[in-house]
């Protein structure tokens, strides 16, 4: 066997190798480490404890701990989310009429219908200010 032909074997098989991790990261989804993030709690206010209950009860699978993240779910405690790039509006429409993946590849998030519009305004100050401890602030959005 020649040097050429050597070379185009490894070339093909080490394309095989990354195309089957490929395939093979997008069937299994991001790991929990690539997701979650650590997030500090702050001394919530009255509306955001009640906003963390009904986080709890139908935002913490998919999002995780205090907006973390997990697998199925992006964390709300990045910068993608600030005020400026998704107002308190997005994340009305978010929980009324679910969102269709964009920027994350967790797929689509479904309509929370359980959850009336005064309890996503609870949710809401819940992420807002733990976003706030964590950092993540109104910054103008720009394309």
């Not at 997701?35 to 919530?44: G, H, N, R, Y």
């Not at 209950?53 to 709300?76: E, R, V």
């Not at 997005?90 to 689509?108: C, D, E, I």
């Amino acid at each position: 066997m020649r040097t050429t032909e050597i070379v185009q074997i490894a070339i093909i098989g080490l394309a095989l190798v990354g195309g089957t991790a490929v395939i093979a990261s997008k069937i299994m989804g991001p790991s929990e480490k690539e997701v979650s993030v650590a997030v500090t709690i702050p001394e919530l206010s009255p509306t955001a404890v009640k906003g963390e209950t009904y986080y709890d009860k139908s935002c913490i699978s998919c999002h995780g701990d205090n907006a973390s993240g997990t697998k199925t779910g992006p964390p709300l405690i990045h910068d993608v989310y600030n005020p400026g790039h998704h107002g308190d509006e997005a994340f009305y429409r978010a929980a009324t009429l679910g969102v269709k993946q964009h920027h994350w590849p967790y797929g689509n998030m479904p309509p929370r219908p359980e959850l009336s519009k005064k309890e996503i305004s609870h949710i809401i100050a819940y992420v807002r200010e733990l976003q706030e401890a964590n950092g993540i602030v109104y910054k103008p959005h720009r394309m």
